[in-house]
């Protein structure tokens, strides 16, 4: 198909899909003449799951194109799922040493409690030394109290991930749904959250405000 | 004390506690003279709250400013857990009705299960509608047999988070827990998922790698 049947069928504008060819985010169609090229159904796909990333999952440009790089290179899964660590608050503040001790040991125990060995994904360890460390510093040491609850959760969570993408059939699917998984399972996490928390919340305090 | 000790105290910039006093992010200091004001230990402690919510949370200064609104205005507790939507994809992207109906269908089936009301809090739900679509559109509409397992997992995390706040003394300090906590712990819950993803990865996957 052209470019102008591939913004129907995808739903992207022609601008937008010439961005995303410019960006490395989509594949270059068959050159059929100077002026025009030749896509297929594996565009169609590519734009939807560019899209899904940005718009849904909330990735940068520069976060879709290593993602997208991750798939296409038919890593194996347990390299693949290193990769996304979309959501992890990069910018770790600063912290004096007593802190950031306090925090890693705390990190620590939880990863025993769980049998988790900690040294595997370096950075979503420093995120979450880096959460703590905040949560200290602004005075709510006490929400920390909560992270065997967290982390308990999380362990199921990923339990249920890996159980569905070890079902699946080929590589390629593996690694794409480990990807469109984890950064969409986080906003679905997110909303989940949310929900359960308004519901409890009108239970516990809702009598108060009829009052 | 005056602004560079301000500056000095905090660890923010001059320049950047400029900006942030420009973009109401913090209260003015008590003018003194025409070209000096004073400022004391509320101004450092939302200055702290201010870069938490910037860097840890990854909000936006607009997010910030509702959020520092909600906090200030003493809500209760039940009304502020609905204004911290950081996190939630905003953009729904376009779905057939079917699709739609689908994913609201699925959404009501989990609600009724944990027992909770949809209409208490609409962002969110239609974010998780959102979400449900897109991964349908992917075809990775298999993906959202894991939803009972994410949703129990967030009903824990919620209990969790709701018998904290409960127990604080103040209306202040619960509406400031509520959303540092809401806002740092989808933080923590993300970097904890990852870590253990990668365990269970390691486990699963990781034997093939050595061969």
Not at 142 to 164: N, P, W
Request: net charge negative.
């Amino acid at each position: 198909m052209r470019m102008a049947e591939l913004s129907r069928e995808s739903g992207v504008p022609i601008a937008t899909v010439k961005y995303y060819l410019r960006e490395g985010l989509l594949h270059p169609g068959e050159r059929t003449s100077p002026n025009q090229a030749h896509y297929d159904e594996s565009h169609v796909r590519r734009l939807r799951l560019v899209r899904a990333l940005l718009e849904v999952g909330g990735l940068s440009i520069a976060s879709v194109r290593e993602t997208l790089a991750a798939i296409d290179s038919h890593d194996r899964t347990h390299d693949v799922l290193g990769i996304v660590q979309h959501g992890l608050p990069l910018n770790r503040g600063s912290a004096d040493e007593g802190t950031e001790q306090w925090a890693r040991r705390r990190v620590e125990e939880v990863a025993a409690m769980r049998g988790w060995r900690l040294d595997l994904r370096q950075a979503p360890v420093e995120a979450l030394v880096g959460v703590l460390c905040t949560l200290r510093n602004l005075g709510h040491a006490r929400l920390v109290d909560a992270l065997d609850t967290y982390a308990e959760a999380a362990d199921r969570i990923a339990e249920s991930d890996l159980e569905f993408v070890a079902g699946l059939p080929t590589t390629e699917s593996i690694v794409e749904s480990a990807v469109v998984g984890t950064v969409l399972g986080d906003a679905a996490l997110v909303a989940l959250r949310r929900i359960a928390q308004a519901n409890i919340s009108a239970r516990r305090f809702g009598d108060e405000r009829r009052g």
